[in-house]
């Protein structure tokens, strides 16, 4: 059964730091891999997404994730926060023939000035 | 640029009463699903529903539930008898017709408030 694993429930950065939130998935198959942000009082808005293309995935707002299938991780990373970036992040998993979506339980991002 | 809408934003209700939620899918998606967040809890998948039938549900999804694309804009979750545990953050979403693992797009959400 496919699962994904948000390690920091809570993660807070100085402004102009790197940010890392990590992620850990289990799936039987060939996993697609999105990250997605919600922002209070938003919907869920997809920062990024892997689906057996490039390891490395770049998305919006300079995040980008990379895909270790060893490691089976899919670690979030961000060079230099901005305030904007506080919000909850999701790692979700989806396999096989199935558009079902299995979310992590999210990290809080907070950034400090 | 286009986005899923929901109404309403905030539903309080009374134990045993039905309830509506609404979505407005992107216009073109063909695909369409339900989530739901129960407080201090992971999202979790409900169902989804493609060409005027239910693709896929969960264990959640039991005979409470029900989905319906009335016209060509709207897909409403029904829930017809609410249970305290019924309270929730209810997301919609939508993707086209595409790669299974095309994008969703989600909705604000609609907070549900049983009493």
């Known amino acids: 059964a496919q699962s994904v694993t948000q390690l920091d429930s809570h993660v807070s950065v100085s402004e102009g730091t790197p940010v890392l939130l990590r992620c850990n998935y289990s799936s039987s198959y060939s996993p697609s891999l999105f990250w997605y942000v919600q922002h209070p009082n938003k919907g869920l808005q997809l920062l990024l997404k892997y689906t057996s293309a490039a390891t490395l995935v770049k998305g919006i707002n300079g995040f980008e994730a990379e895909f270790k299938k060893s490691e089976t991780s899919f670690h979030l990373t961000k060079p230099s926060a901005h305030m904007s970036d506080a919000a909850e992040y999701f790692c979700v998993v989806s396999e096989g023939n199935t558009d079902k979506l299995i979310f992590g339980t999210g990290t809080r991002l907070q950034v400090f000035p | 640029e286009p986005e899923v809408t929901q109404t309403p934003s905030h539903q309080v209700t009374q134990m045993g009463q039905e309830v509506i939620l609404r979505c407005v899918p992107i216009s073109n998606h063909l695909y369409f699903y339900w989530y739901r967040q129960i407080l201090g809890q992971k999202v979790e998948f409900l169902v989804s529903?493609?060409?005027?039938?239910?693709?896929?549900k969960s264990e959640i999804f039991d005979d409470q539930f029900s989905v319906e694309r009335p016209d060509g804009s709207n897909f409403t979750l029904k829930i017809r008898s609410t249970k305290l545990e019924d309270s929730a953050m209810y997301f919609c979403?939508?993707?086209?017709?595409?790669?299974?693992?095309?994008?969703?797009?989600f909705g604000p959400g609609t907070r549900l408030t049983v009493l």
């Open positions: 979403a939508s993707r086209g017709l595409g790669a299974v693992a095309d994008t969703q797009y």
């Open positions: 529903f493609y060409n005027n039938e239910i693709s896929e």
